[in-house]
């Protein structure tokens, strides 16, 4: 079975500055999705980035990108120019690419804190 | 406008009442799913249903009981809940299965 796993249960940063939050996961599938989710205080889970196991580019939208490392099995979150409505609680997610029953697997998630 | 719906946003009962979770989708998506989120823990997939059929039941009680009567609602019934079902149930579409989900606000569901 997948798992994810988050190993920062909270991060601080000024605004204007640079966060990267961590997430690693394990599976045996070759072909797969990876995101990342924003849950900000009014309960909404906001898909950020996305990212395709196939292909080698990282994702980038806008102020945020990811460092896919397909070997060791990591994704990581860079929020550059961090603003306050970025905070949230932010989760790492996998997706296998086959569908099917499992659904998304979450990690844990990361409480970002913006210091004004 | 989420495209997801979930209604009420918050629901408190008794462990021996009987109460339904809606969501409704506006985004002509193909699969539907509840998410049960409890503090401290990953978000829990409950259920799927992919065209109206339900994919998988991930080992969950029989007190809760899904319904899909078409593409764009889903229910989730409770009855005879215990006080560690109180938690954010949390429902979600995407087109297929291989899909990104998108979300709706949850319930926030108390169990007295």
């Known amino acids: 079975a997948q798992t994810v796993t988050q190993s920062q249960p909270e991060m601080s940063v000024q605004e204007a500055e640079t966060v990267t939050l961590s997430c690693t996961y394990d599976?045996?599938?070759?072909?797969?999705?990876l995101f990342w989710y924003k849950q900000p205080p009014s309960r909404q889970m906001i898909l950020v980035i996305r990212?395709?196991?196939?292909?080698?580019q990282n994702a980038t939208e806008n102020r945020f990108s990811v460092n896919f490392q397909k070997a060791a099995k990591s994704f990581s979150l860079k929020i550059s120019d961090s603003q306050l409505g970025d905070a949230a609680m932010y989760f790492c997610?996998?997706?296998?690419?086959?569908?099917?029953?499992?659904?998304?697997?979450f990690g844990k998630g990361t409480h970002l804190i913006i210091q004004p | 406008e989420t495209g997801v719906t979930q209604t009420p946003r918050h629901l408190v009962m008794g462990m021996t009442n009987k109460k339904s979770l809606k969501c409704e989708q506006h985004?002509?998506?193909?699969?539907m799913y509840w998410y049960k989120q409890s503090a401290k823990k990953p978000l829990e997939l409950m259920f799927v249903y992919s065209l109206e059929e339900r994919v998988e039941n991930n080992s969950v009680p029989s007190r809760f009981s899904p319904e899909c009567p078409n593409s764009s609602h889903l229910f989730l019934h409770l009855h005879t809940l215990q006080p560690e079902d109180s938690a954010l149930y949390l429902c979600?579409?995407?087109?297929?299965?291989?899909?990104?989900?998108?979300f709706g606000d949850g319930t926030r569901l108390s169990i007295l």
């Open positions: 990212q395709e196991a196939y292909k080698q």
């Open positions: 997610a996998y997706l296998y690419s086959g569908g099917g029953a499992d659904g998304l697997t």
């Open positions: 979600a579409s995407s087109q297929e299965t291989d899909q990104p989900q998108h």
């Open positions: 599976t045996s599938e070759s072909d797969y999705y």
């Open positions: 985004l002509g998506h193909n699969a």
